[in-house]
T-cell receptor, first 114, second 117 residues
Framework: AQKVTQAQTEISVVEKEDVTLDCVYETRDTTYYLFWYKQPPSGELVFLIRRNSFDEQNEISGRYSWNFQKSTSSFNFTITASQVVDSAVYFCALTTSGTYKYIFGTGTRLKVLA | NAGVTQTPKFQVLKTGQSMTLQCAQDMNHEYMSWYRQDPGMGLRLIHYSVGAGITDQGEVPNGYNVSRSTTEDFPLRLLSAAPSQTSVYFC????????????????FGEGSRLTVL
């Protein structure tokens, strides 16, 4: 069975602080794909990144970076120098080859205070 | 470029009433799915479809029906609404169903907020 755990329900930081959002996944498949989505207060879901199980390279995009570690089944998301506009709910998701199901974690609400 | 369009955006129903949430995409995506979002529960998969004429159940299918007669449309039907179905519903699509070699990200609609009294 597939499972995604986002243990941090809510995080509050002050603007310009760095923050890491944790994502731990479970799957028995060797081919799988991990995603992060952002849901701002307006409610839409915005795709941020996709990573497949064969590529453990970390990725950096501006202030965002992602750390994928198969050894600990984690796919963590770090925001550097957070801004108020980063305030949102962030979801981690998992799908595996052949299951046709994208499974989401319960989300982490990030509040960045000015 | 409309993407994924959901209607209606808001709906209030009485217990026992039926309704259909519409979802249409104009990206020629094979894969479509419905999620519900409840506080503290994240996004839970209701039903999904890997192509016209093919549907299957997700994590929480009870109380919902779907059909996929065309590539573009994937309506979600509530046959007899219950207060437990009060939620925000999202339709999502992807170019390919998850499979080896390619798995695309999901494109989401703006959501439909349903209240069942």
């Amino acid at each position: 069975a597939q499972k995604v755990t986002q243990a941090q329900t809510e995080i509050s930081v002050v603007e310009k602080e760095d923050v890491t959002l944790d994502c731990v996944y479970e799957t028995r498949d060797t081919t799988y794909y991990l995603f992060w989505y952002k849901q701002p207060p307006s409610g839409e879901l915005v795709f941020l990144i996709r990573r497949n199980s064969f590529d453990e390279q970390n990725e950096i995009s501006g202030r965002y970076s992602w750390n994928f570690q198969k050894s600990t089944s984690s796919f963590n998301f770090t925001i550097t120098a957070s801004q108020v506009v980063d305030s949102a709910v962030y979801f981690c998701a998992l799908t595996t080859s052949g299951t046709y199901k994208y499974i989401f974690g319960t989300g982490t609400r990030l509040k960045v205070l000015a | 470029n409309a993407g994924v369009t959901q209607t209606p955006k808001f709906q209030v129903l009485k217990t026992g009433q039926s309704m259909t949430l519409q979802c249409a995409q104009d990206m020629n995506h094979e894969y479509m799915s419905w999620y519900r979002q409840d506080p503290g529960m994240g996004l839970r998969l209701i039903h999904y479809s890997v192509g016209a004429g093919i549907t299957d159940q997700g994590e929480v299918p009870n109380g919902y029906n779907v059909s996929r007669s065309t590539t573009e449309d994937f309506p979600l039907r509530l046959l007899s609404a219950a207060p437990s179905q009060t939620s925000v519903y999202f339709c999502a699509s992807s170019y390919n169903p998850p499979r080896a070699g390619y798995t695309g990200e999901l494109f989401f609609g703006e959501g439909s907020r349903l209240t069942v009294l």
